[in-house]
């Protein structure tokens, strides 16, 4: 095969997102169809992810132009990405199918989103890296607002987003403008080979700021300590199904990055960058928890509790290590929280629709509905018991693998932080669940949309998502297997 038809493969996963794109494009100008809007959309996130994998397994180029690159390292994680689109594309669909609204476009905005999210999976480049960025974030502005005129909060939330993103995007490229002054390079590759870090000259030292600079970026885009001030009310403000993506598929995208350039610190002389990322996890444990307490809306105990979360991956990536252990421990949080929150949030937008509309994510009503929906009401139950880390769960291996690499590394300060946040999580999540409980059923509406098959095919979906986090649990050996071979 000559190299020519390799650039063609190389660019493939693109091209198929590009090319849906284009037929929802002709959906929304020729006649609007939701239903082939949707089938396009899931057909071409599928074909970019067989399309990767194949040129991924078959060929032994690793990266031709725009410094992309195809790499073993990263697949588990561009897979993850893949599936919480394609979640966020099934689930959009319950959402939308009996709206009146312009409903093709959320697809549209979550396929441009999708090309970004390859760009910065894929590319080894710091500015072809914050082009992505851009071209991930400003779609999701769309996806967030797509309701801003029945909710006014949802507006608010897209608006503040969109301020925190201009900050943090102003902050990568003055990072990315210091690193391309000392060195006259962008390539993360040369950049680490040369490893500049461990020259004791002036333009080490700008390097050094510029990497400081996109190390702030990546923060405020995880939100995490201590720019977290704001996660709570976009997370309030914001559909239930904006949020799935936003938690899971945006986020592992910015932990690939992030993942990427903390490679410039293996092997360095900078002990700085340890005991900084230490603290910022210490914090962001101890803040996201105690704060989460003091919450009376489930959403925004759920923002609270992803500052968290992000902290508990970070700590596979502080401690990193060439042991395989270390790898399989990020491995295996990740993938705990992207199916943790994708059956909370799934099954908070279907419980949504039987709620009062200005009082649906108050905790106290959830009272009673047990009684009125069992089976979601159990996904969320067995959700959050995994959130918290109980036993019999996934999110119980999770905690066990974070535990067994701080052990290895003596690490107890960051131990007890962890048995912390689980105690703090476990006692929220105990005196959610007691509501459901309760009698008091009378500010439950008998919506008539929870009698359609299409109410119904989506509660058993979210259900059998949540059975698996006893599964995956059960059945251990087994994803472990695959987590190795990713």
Same mark, same amino acid.
């Given at each position: 095969?000559?190299?020519?038809?390799?650039?063609?493969?190389?660019? $493939?996963?693109? +091209?198929?997102?590009?090319f $849906?794109?284009i037929i929802n494009?002709?959906?929304?100008?020729?006649?609007?169809?939701?239903?082939l809007?949707?089938?396009?959309?899931?057909?071409?996130?599928i074909?970019?992810?067989? %399309?990767y994998?194949?040129?991924?397994?078959?060929?032994?180029i690793?990266?031709?132009?725009?410094? %992309?690159f195809y790499?073993?390292i990263?697949?588990?994680?561009?897979?993850?990405?893949?599936?919480?689109?394609?979640f966020?594309?099934?689930?959009v669909?319950f959402?939308l199918?009996?709206?009146k609204?312009?409903? #093709?476009?959320?697809?549209?905005?979550?396929?441009?989103?999708?090309?970004?999210? /390859?760009?910065?999976?894929?590319?080894?480049?710091?500015? !072809?890296?914050?082009i992505?960025?851009e071209?991930?974030?400003?779609?999701? +502005?769309?996806?967030?607002?797509?309701?801003?005129?029945?909710?006014?909060?949802?507006?608010? =939330?897209?608006?503040?987003?969109f301020?925190?993103?201009?900050? $943090?995007?102003?902050f990568?490229l003055?990072g990315i403008?210091?690193?391309?002054?000392?060195y006259g390079? &962008?390539?993360?590759?040369?950049?680490?080979?040369?490893?500049?870090?461990?020259?004791?000259d002036?333009?080490?030292v700008i390097f050094?700021?510029?990497? !400081?600079?996109? /190390? !702030?970026?990546? &923060?405020?885009?995880? $939100?995490?300590?201590?720019?977290?001030f704001?996660?709570a009310?976009?997370y309030q403000?914001?559909?239930?199904i904006?949020?799935?993506?936003?938690s899971?598929?945006? @986020?592992i995208?910015f932990?690939?990055?992030?993942?990427?350039? %903390?490679?410039?610190f293996?092997?360095?002389?900078?002990?700085?960058?340890?005991?900084?990322?230490?603290?910022i996890?210490?914090?962001s444990?101890i803040?996201?928890?105690?704060?989460s307490?003091?919450?009376k809306?489930?959403?925004?105990f759920?923002?609270?509790?992803?500052v968290?979360?992000?902290?508990?991956?970070?700590?596979?990536?502080?401690?990193?290590n %060439? #042991?395989?252990s270390?790898?399989?421990?990020? @491995?295996?949080?990740l993938?705990? /929280?992207f199916?943790? =929150?994708s059956v909370l949030?799934?099954?908070m937008?279907l419980?949504?629709?039987?709620?009062?509309k200005?009082?649906r994510?108050?905790l106290?009503n959830? #009272?009673?509905?047990?009684? @009125?929906?069992?089976?979601?009401?159990i996904?969320?139950?067995?959700?959050?018991?995994?959130?918290?880390g109980?036993?019999?769960?996934i999110?119980?291996?999770?905690?066990? /693998?974070? +535990?067994?690499?701080?052990?290895?590394k003596?690490?107890?300060?960051?131990?007890?932080?962890?048995?912390f946040?689980s105690?703090?999580?476990?006692?929220?999540?105990?005196?959610?669940?007691?509501?459901?409980?309760? #009698?008091?059923?009378?500010?439950?509406?008998n919506?008539?949309?929870i009698?359609t098959? &299409?109410?119904?095919?989506? @509660?058993?979906?979210?259900?059998?998502?949540?059975?698996?986090?006893?599964?995956?649990?059960?059945?251990?050996?087994?994803l472990?297997?695959i987590?190795l071979?990713f």
């Open positions: 095969m000559n190299f020519t038809l390799k650039n063609f493969f190389f660019i $493939s996963p693109f +091209l198929a997102l590009g $849906s794109i494009l002709l959906i929304i100008i020729i006649k609007r169809n939701f239903f809007s949707f089938l396009s959309t899931v057909f071409g996130l074909l970019s992810v067989c %399309c994998y194949y040129f991924l397994n078959n060929f032994d690793k990266y031709i132009y725009l410094q %992309c790499d073993h990263y697949s588990f994680y561009f897979f993850m990405f893949f599936l919480s689109s394609l966020t594309a099934f689930f669909y959402w199918r009996d709206s609204l312009n409903r #093709e476009e959320f697809y549209l905005l979550l396929l441009i989103s999708n090309l970004g999210g /390859y760009l910065l999976c894929l590319t080894n480049d710091i500015f !072809i890296f914050y992505g960025m071209l991930l974030s400003f779609p999701l +502005l769309g996806m967030m607002s797509y309701f801003s005129f029945t909710n006014s909060n949802n507006l608010l =939330s897209s608006f503040q987003y301020v925190i993103s201009s900050i $943090s995007s102003i990568a003055l403008n210091l690193i391309y002054l000392s390079n &962008l390539s993360i590759t040369v950049l680490q080979e040369n490893n500049y870090l461990l020259n004791l002036d333009k080490s050094l700021f510029g990497i !400081i600079f996109l /190390y !702030i970026s990546f &923060l405020m885009k995880f $939100s995490m300590f201590p720019f977290y704001w996660v009310d976009i403000g914001i559909s239930c904006s949020l799935m993506y936003f899971n598929a945006i @986020k995208i932990f690939v990055m992030f993942l990427k350039f %903390c490679r410039f293996i092997g360095s002389n900078h002990l700085f960058f340890f005991y900084f990322l230490k603290c996890i210490i914090f444990i803040f996201g928890s105690v704060l307490l003091y919450q809306n489930f959403k925004r759920l923002g609270y509790s992803s968290a979360n992000l902290a508990y991956l970070m700590i596979p990536v502080l401690l990193q %060439c #042991e395989q270390f790898d399989l421990a990020m @491995k295996i949080y993938f705990c /929280y199916l943790n =929150s949030f799934g099954a937008h419980i949504s629709r039987v709620l009062e200005n009082k994510y108050l106290e959830y #009272e009673g509905i047990f009684w @009125k929906n069992p089976v979601l009401s996904a969320i139950i067995i959700s959050s018991f995994s959130m918290a109980m036993p019999f769960t999110g119980f291996v999770g905690k066990l /693998y974070l +535990l067994k690499i701080l052990m290895i003596n690490q107890i300060f960051l131990i007890l932080c962890v048995f946040g105690a703090v999580s476990l006692y929220y999540y105990f005196n959610f669940i007691k509501l459901f409980f309760y #009698e008091n059923t009378k500010h439950i509406s919506n008539s949309f009698k098959n &299409l109410f119904i095919f989506s @509660k058993i979906f979210v259900f059998v998502l949540s059975l698996l986090i006893i599964l995956f649990n059960l059945n251990f050996n087994l472990k297997v987590f071979h």
